[in-house]
C-alpha cells in the first residue's frame, strides 16, 4: 500500500475539456448555391429596407413645422412633433418644471444598477458593504425626488407620475417583488409539508391563470370594494403589487424548473454537512438552481418590463400610455408613427441591455459547471 | 469503553421492501468496519441511517450517546459527530475545492472564515491535492474529487466517517489514490464504516467485516476468518465473484 502513495502523488490529467468547433464570421453563407442565393437575397432586402428608412427619416424628414398638417407635406418623418413632445412622451404628466426630478432619479437608479451587476463588486467584502449602503440611500434619493415635500421640492402626488421613470419604477419594483416572492413559492411547492405545497401551488395557479389585466383591473377598480371604505391604498402601490403576484407566479415555475434539475446527492451532502434547511438553500441550492434558469427568469423579466405597458387600462400613464398621449393635443392629431417609434425603440434598447446583461452572466456563471 | 455507535434491531422498509431486517450492531471508538453485500442488499440504507439522512422505522441508534431521531431533532448533534463520504462524491460544483471543504464548517459548527480556510488548506493538504485547492469540481478529476469529497468530511472533524462504496464511480486508475488516503485516514486512529467491494484495503484496514445480503447482516468476522471461512453460500458465492472480478 506504501507504494500506493507514490502512485498517488503522481497526479491524473484533468478531464478533457471538450473543444467547441469555431466557425468564421461568414461560415455557411455562401457555401452552396441556395445559401448563396438566400443570403444575396436578404442582402438586397436589408439594402432595400436600409434605404427606405433613411429616406423617410432623413431626406423627407421635417424639421420646421407647427402642426401634424404641416409635417404631412413630404410623407416623412416628422422631427418638429418629437422636438416638441419627447418629454411629454419621457415624464408622461409629471409638472413640467419639476421634470429634472425623475430625469435625475433615473439616472441615478441606472448608476446604481449599472454598479450592482458587475460581478467583480459581489466577490469583495468591501465593496458588497458598499453596495449594501448605496442600495437604501439611493432608493430614500429616488424616492425623495419623486415625491418631493422634503428639501424644498414641492409635493407631486403619484398619481401625476409617468413615461419612463414610471415604467421603470413598476417594471423594476414588480420584477424585484415578485423574484423574491418567485423563491418562495418555488422552495413552498416542494416542501414536504402538505398545507405549504398546496398554498404554494393554489397561489401560483391562480396567478397564472388569471389575465394580467384583470388583475390590474382588480387591484384598482374592485379593491375599494374588497376593504373597509377607511381603508385607502395608494393605486400605483395597487397595481406594483398586482405585478409582483402575477409574475411572481411564473418566475416560480421557472425556479422550480431549476431546483428539479438538481441532484439529489446535493441534498445529501447538505444534510450529512449539517446544513440547516435554509443554509442549504441559500449557499448551495439556489445559487445552482438560479444559474441555470437564468434564460428563462430574464425571459420573464423583459416580458415584464413591457407588460407593464397594460396600466394604460387603469389610466395611469406610463411610457407607452404617454406616446399615446402625445398625440392628443389638436395640432399633433393623426400622427402615429413617430410616437410609437420612439417608445419602441426605448422599449428595444432597455430590453437589448437586459439580454446582453445576461449573456454576460451565463458566460461567467458557466466557470465551475458540471 | 463504550461503543460509538450502537444500532439495536434497526428495521428499515420501503412500503412492502424490507431494506434493512433487525440490524444490530457496535461500533467502538476507532474501530474499522467494512460492508459488503450484494448490490440492493441495504448496504447504502445502512450507512444512511447511521446519519439520519435515511429515517429507520424501528430499533435504536446511538451515536455517541445521541439517539439518531428526527422527531426528536437530535440530528443537527448526530451530523456534528459523523461525517460521510458518497460515491458520487456530491460536490458543490459551484464553490471550489476549498469552498467545498470551508461551507460546512462555517455555516454548522459556526467556525470562523480565516480558521476554517486554514484547516480546510491543511486537509487538502493531507489528501494530496493542495495544488487545486481553487479549482472548481469540473475541473477535477475523479479521483481528485473524491479526495477533496474526503477532505470536506474531514473538514467537520467528525468522530466516525461513513464511506459508502467511495471508489465504486472512479475509473480503475483512480481508485488506488484514494484507498491510500483512506489507509492514511485508518492509521490515525478514526473511527470508520466503510461500504465498499475493494478486498484488499478490507484486508489490510478493517477490524472487522460485515456481510449483508436482503436487508441483514450474515456475518460480522474479523477479515481472516471472513475470507477463510464465509459463513454462508451467499458470502462464499459473492467473494468468489468479487475475487474473480478482482483478479481479472
Ligand atoms: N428511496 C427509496 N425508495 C424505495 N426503495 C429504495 C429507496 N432507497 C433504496 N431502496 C431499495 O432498498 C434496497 C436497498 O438499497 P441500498 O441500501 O441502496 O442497497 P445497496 O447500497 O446495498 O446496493 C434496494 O432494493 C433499493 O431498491
Ligand atoms: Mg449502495
Known amino acids: ?360 452572466l451565463e458566460r461567467r456563471l458557466g466557470l465551475g459547471e458540471r | 469503553m463504550s461503543p460509538v455507535v450502537t444500532m439495536r434491531a434497526v428495521n428499515k422498509r420501503y412500503g412492502p421492501l424490507t431494506v434493512l431486517d433487525r440490524v444490530s450492531l457496535e461500533v467502538a471508538r476507532g474501530e474499522r468496519i467494512v460492508v459488503c453485500g450484494p448490490s440492493g442488499s441495504g448496504k447504502s440504507t445502512l450507512v444512511s441511517c447511521i446519519n439520519g439522512l435515511v429515517d429507520h422505522d424501528e430499533g435504536r441508534i446511538v451515536v455517541d450517546g445521541i439517539e439518531v431521531s428526527r422527531a426528536a431533532g437530535t440530528l443537527p448533534a448526530v451530523r456534528k459527530r459523523v461525517a460521510m463520504v458518497f460515491q458520487q462524491f456530491n460536490l458543490f460544483p459551484h464553490l471550489t475545492a476549498l469552498e467545498n471543504c470551508t461551507v460546512g464548517p462555517e455555516l454548522a459548527l459556526g467556525i470562523g472564515k480565516a480558521e476554517a480556510r486554514a484547516s480546510a488548506m491543511a486537509l487538502l493538504e493531507r489528501v494530496r491535492i493542495p495544488e487545486q485547492a481553487h479549482k472548481y469540481p469540473a475541473q477535477l478529476s475523479g479521483g481528485q474529487q473524491q479526495r477533496v469529497a474526503i477532505a470536506r468530511a474531514l473538514a467537520m472533524r467528525p468522530q466516525v466517517m461513513l464511506f459508502d462504496e467511495p471508489t465504486s464511480a472512479l475509473d480503475p486508475e483512480m481508485i488506488r489514490e484514494v484507498l491510500d488516503v483512506m489507509v492514511e485516514l485508518a492509521d490515525t486512529g478514526m473511527t470508520m464504516i466503510v461500504v465498499t467491494h475493494e478486498m484488499g484495503f478490507a484486508r489490510e484496514v478493517a477490524h472487522r467485516i460485515l456481510f449483508m445480503d436482503f436487508g441483514r447482516v450474515l456475518q460480522d468476522a474479523p477479515p481472516e476468518r471472513f475470507f477463510a471461512a464465509p459463513a454462508t453460500d451467499r458470502a462464499r458465492e459473492f467473494l468468489s465473484h468479487i475475487l474473480r472480478k478482482d483478479a481479472a
Open chain 1, 1 to 360: 500500500m506504501a507504494a500506493g502513495l507514490a502512485a498517488a502523488a503522481s497526479l491524473p490529467r484533468p478531464p478533457p475539456v471538450l473543444a467547441r468547433r469555431r466557425f468564421g464570421f461568414a461560415a455557411g453563407l455562401f457555401d452552396t448555391w441556395p445559401n448563396a442565393l438566400v443570403t444575396l437575397l436578404l442582402v438586397w432586402l436589408l439594402i432595400r429596407i436600409g434605404i427606405a428608412m433613411w429616406d423617410w427619416a432623413i431626406v423627407r424628414g421635417v424639421w420646421e413645422a407647427e402642426t401634424a398638417e404641416q409635417c404631412a407635406r413630404t410623407g416623412g418623418m416628422c422631427w418638429a412633433f418629437l422636438a416638441d413632445r419627447w418629454r411629454l412622451i419621457l415624464f408622461g404628466p409629471y409638472p413640467y418644471a419639476q421634470q429634472w426630478r425623475p430625469a435625475l432619479a433615473m439616472v441615478l437608479f441606472a448608476l446604481l444598477l449599472g454598479a450592482s451587476l458587475a460581478p467583480a463588486l459581489w466577490a469583495e467584502r468591501r465593496s458588497r458593504l458598499a453596495l449594501g449602503i448605496a442600495w437604501p440611500v439611493t432608493i430614500a434619493a429616488i424616492a425623495a425626488l419623486l415625491w418631493g415635500g422634503v428639501l424644498g421640492l414641492p409635493a407631486v402626488p403619484s398619481r401625476l407620475w409617468g413615461g419612463l421613470p414610471l415604467t421603470m419604477i413598476l417594471a423594476s419594483v414588480g420584477v424585484s417583488g415578485a423574484f423574491v416572492l418567485a423563491i418562495l413559492l418555488a422552495l413552498g411547492r416542494r416542501s414536504d409539508m402538505p398545507v405549504i405545497r398546496a398554498i404554494c401551488t393554489g397561489f401560483i395557479e391562480f396567478f397564472r391563470g388569471v389575465p394580467l389585466v384583470a388583475l390590474l383591473f382588480l387591484a384598482s377598480v374592485l379593491f375599494p370594494y374588497f376593504v373597509p371604505p377607511d381603508w385607502t391604498m395608494d393605486v400605483l402601490l395597487r397595481a406594483q403589487i398586482a405585478f409582483a403576484l402575477f409574475f411572481a407566479a411564473y418566475m416560480a415555475e421557472a425556479i422550480r424548473g431549476g431546483l428539479q434539475a438538481i441532484p439529489r446527492g446535493q441534498y445529501a451532502a447538505c444534510e450529512s454537512l449539517g446544513l440547516t434547511y435554509w443554509q442549504a438553500q441559500r449557499r448551495i441550492i439556489l445559487p445552482q438552481a438560479l444559474r441555470t434558469v437564468i434564460p428563462s427568469l430574464v425571459n420573464i423579466f423583459i416580458a415584464a418590463f413591457k407588460d407593464t405597458s397594460l396600466v394604460v387600462i387603469i389610466s395611469m400613464i406610463d411610457l407607452l400610455g404617454a406616446a399615446n398621449a402625445s398625440t392628443a393635443e389638436a395640432k399633433w392629431w393623426g400622427l402615429y408613427i413617430e410616437p410609437y417609434l420612439f417608445v419602441a425603440l426605448i422599449y428595444l434598447a432597455i430590453c437589448a441591455v437586459m439580454s446582453a446583461y445576461s449573456r454576460g
